[in-house]
Structure formats: C-alpha cells, structure tokens
C-alpha cells in the first residue's frame, strides 16, 4: 500500500481539476483493503478517475482501487466465467478477452475506468450494458470490511444507475467482477452507427473485433481523449420524461429525438436538448462545453472543479427553463 499525505488528485482524475485530498491510499492487496475500510471513516473510493469530478479540496481519506487479476474459469466451457480485479483496467480486459475470442464486451471497448466502477453506474455504449454479461461481484463493506457477494439480481442495474447509486451508495468497494462471456458470438450491430462502419467497410459478416474496431473507430472521432482535454465522458444522463411530456415538446421541437418505452416513458438524448439550448461549442472561463459532442464538458485548460459544476448549473438552468426538463449529472460531484 502506498499512501500520499496531502495529496493532488490533479493526475488521478480525468478532468484534470487541481483538488486535494487529507491522504490517497493506492491499494494492491485486498487484506489491506479489508483493513482499511474497517478503520479509515468514511472514504471515498477512487478508481480511473473517469466519472468523477471533484470540487475544491477533499477534507476526507481516499482509497484507490488497484487490485489485479484475470482468472478464467471452466476454460472450455461454451460461455466460461471470468473474474477480474476491481483494479484492472477495463478497455484493457475488453482487450484480453478479444485475444482470447470471448465476446460480450466488444461494445464495450475504449470505454475508461477500471473494472471495480463498471457496475456502479452499469456501464453502456452502442446499445449494450455491462448488465448483459454480469454473473456478479464482490465487495468489502466499509466500517466492518466484511466481504459481501452480490448477484446480479441484487445489484439493481438500471440505465446508468446501480444499487451502489442508491440504498447501498457509499457503503461497499467492489474488489472484483465475474462476467459471462460468449464463445459462440451474437454481435450487436443495432446502434446505426456501428452499421455504418461497418458497411464502408464491406464487412458483411462482423466478427467481435470487427464490431470492436468500429466502436473504437467511431469513440475516437467524436469523442475526446482525456489525455488531450480533460473531461469525463457524457456530463449528465438522458432524461426519461412522461410520453405525454414527450409529445407536447414534439409538436413544438419537430425535429427533438426521443426512444420509447413500453412504460409509456420517452429517453431524450441529453445532448440534443443542450445542443439546441445553444450551449455546444460554448465555454464559461476555462470550462467548455466540447464542440463536437454538447454531452461531454471540458476542462480547457486550467479550470477548476467549481467552474466545471458552474457550467453544468447554467445549462441545466437553461435546458430547465427552455424544454422543462431537469438534467442530472451521471458524473459523481465529490466536494
Ligand atoms: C472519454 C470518456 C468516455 C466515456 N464513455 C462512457 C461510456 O460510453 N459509457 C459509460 O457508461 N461511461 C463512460 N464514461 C464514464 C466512465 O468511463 C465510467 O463511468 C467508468 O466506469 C468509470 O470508471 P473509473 O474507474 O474511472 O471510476 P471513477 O471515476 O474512479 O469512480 C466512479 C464512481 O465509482 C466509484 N468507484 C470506483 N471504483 C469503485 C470500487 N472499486 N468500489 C466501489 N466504488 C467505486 C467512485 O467512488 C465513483 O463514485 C466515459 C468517460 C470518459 C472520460
């Protein structure tokens, strides 16, 4: 274990922001996991860094999560169970199991993070969540750092959203995931965009790392690289408002996008409604608001966590008053 008294979170998160912390522990071993959630008061738990941003300095203990380990088990059966460390790095075990032929994730592909965070909000993109291949998961609860497994069934996945994002927020850390991966591969092309690679390509038959590549393909040209500007992906979640809601704006936004659902709620892309509150390409100081996708807020150099959050109140205040909708941030405000 490798503790940092008074430490920058500056290089720990993906926003860049300079913000501090009373001690960053960086722990390998899950014995001193236990330890530390049994003795240290409430910390928070870090892992890429990639979903959180963090508002003036931090008075708390943080402990980042950095547990490795791939295990595969049942080698030969048709859709083995994999576990892996709550510290490994996601895209990186998207990649190992492409190597390795199993399938399932390959939607999934560059998405950042570790492992440990990808069922906190139930990861997603290009029409798969991670909900598809969860088995289940272990976690030491803090205060007693016992270990606690959850099925998939307990962890109440739903769009962006996890039991660790509601009733049990703040109380475990995820030490490992087990995952159900494929052999015998269906792929999913459904989202239009991994079509569209794939028909410039001529592939008419997709493997797994087709499918991958054209995600990869399509993330790097519309989304940016947090080693270049800072950011955290897709600022807030898509709201899902009332069909009725949904009509009425329809009649007055034709062209406003909106995905049913058989519970007569409407998921309106979040970025639409920032894009046409006329926020996209738009910066308050050094915080902007990036310019080829409206969803995604950047630090432009230099911004702190407190100008980041004043960007994202204004465009929730407009969006608010223009369609009467209310955004939510997906990312995790620390302050
Ligand atoms: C460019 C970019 C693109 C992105 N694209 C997507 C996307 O397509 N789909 C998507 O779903 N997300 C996306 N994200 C968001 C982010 O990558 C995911 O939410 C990811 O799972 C966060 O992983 P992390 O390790 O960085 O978590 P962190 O940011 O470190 O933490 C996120 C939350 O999880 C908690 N946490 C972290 N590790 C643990 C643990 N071991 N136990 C308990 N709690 C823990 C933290 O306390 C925090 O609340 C994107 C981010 C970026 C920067």
């Not at 530390?36 to 008075?59: H, K, M, T, Y």
């Not at 936004?253 to 926020?279: N, Q, Y």
């Not at 950047?298 to 109140?313: D, S």
Request: hydrophobic share 40%; net charge negative; with cysteine.
């Amino acid at each position: 274990m490798e503790l940092i008294n008074n430490a920058s979170l500056k290089s720990f998160v993906t926003f860049g922001v300079e913000a501090s912390c009373d001690h960053l522990y960086r722990i390998e071993d899950i014995e001193e996991l236990k330890l530390a959630a049994q003795f240290l008061e409430n910390p928070l738990i870090l892992g890429g860094g990639s979903n959180v941003l963090p508002i003036g300095d931090i008075g708390r203990n943080v402990l980042r999560i950095e547990l490795k380990g791939i295990e595969i088990e049942e080698e030969e059966a048709n859709d083995p169970l994999v576990h892996i460390g709550a510290g490994e790095i996601w895209h990186q075990f998207v990649l190992w199991a492409l190597d390795r032929n199993l399938g399932g994730v390959e939607n999934l592909s560059l998405i950042p993070g570790t492992i440990g965070a990808s069922p906190i909000q139930n990861i997603g993109a290009y029409g798969v969540e991670i909900e598809s291949v969860f088995h289940s998961l272990e976690a030491v609860k803090l205060g007693t750092g016992e270990i606690r497994r959850f099925s998939k069934e307990e962890c109440r996945f739903g769009y962006r959203d996890s039991i660790f994002k509601q009733e049990a927020k703040g109380q475990y850390i995820i030490t490992g995931v087990t995952l159900r991966l494929t052999r015998e591969h269906k792929v999913n092309t459904s989202y239009g965009a991994i079509q569209d690679v794939l028909n410039q390509r001529g592939i008419l038959d997709p493997t797994i790392q087709d499918v991958s590549n054209a995600v990869i393909h399509i993330r790097q040209s519309k989304l940016p690289d947090p080693a270049v500007i800072g950011n955290a992906g897709s600022f807030f979640k898509n709201p899902i408002i009332p069909k009725n809601q949904y009509d009425t704006l329809k009649e007055m936004f034709t062209d406003m996008p909106g995905f049913p659902s058989e519970d007569l709620t409407v998921k309106v892309p979040a970025g639409w409604l920032i894009e046409h509150a006329g926020w996209k390409g738009k910066a308050i100081g050094h915080a902007g608001c990036y310019e080829k996708q409206a969803l995604v807020l950047v630090n432009l150099g230099g911004a702190t966590g407190t100008e980041i959050w004043n960007l994202a109140e204004e465009i929730i205040k407009t969006v608010g008053e223009k369609f009467e909708i209310r955004l939510s941030p997906e990312v995790n405000i620390w302050k």
